[in-house]
């Protein structure tokens, strides 16, 4: 085809779309270490490795002074107690300070399994 005596182009230029693609691909890779839930903790090492955690789980914390964590929001275990009611179907995992006492990740489990959720899972990090 002619116009005005020049050809026209009619390939596609797929230049573009490879820029936005690797863009977009730059921007997952930094912001998928940041969707980790909870507050960070000095989690338990042991030989079998990390927990999966899927994002569905919900996450309580138990920082080294023994509050609770909703994800990265302070909660009583009261409040936590009506939310976990409320997601019965869900799994728990608690991510406890290697220095919390053990009465307090066990209280802490049997709230969870006492509104009835019996999947309950305990974050570990591997040893090295």
Known sequence: ????GKKVFADINITPLVD???VLLVIFMVTTPMLVK???VNLPKTKSG??????????????KNGRYYLDKVPIKL????????AHKGRTV????????????VVSL???????GISRV??????KK
């Open 1 to 4: 085809m002619k116009r005005n």
């Open 20 to 22: 936005v693609m690797l």
């Open 38 to 40: 909870g507050i960070k």
């Open 50 to 63: 990390v927990t999966k955690i899927e994002k569905k789980d919900i996450i309580i914390s138990i920082d």
């Open 78 to 85: 009261d409040a936590l107690k009506d939310y976990l009611k």
């Open 93 to 104: 995992i608690i991510k406890a300070d290697s220095l919390v006492n053990y009465g307090t």
């Open 109 to 115: 489990i049997d709230t969870v399994k006492s509104v």
């Open 121 to 126: 899972g305990l974050a570990t990090q591997p």
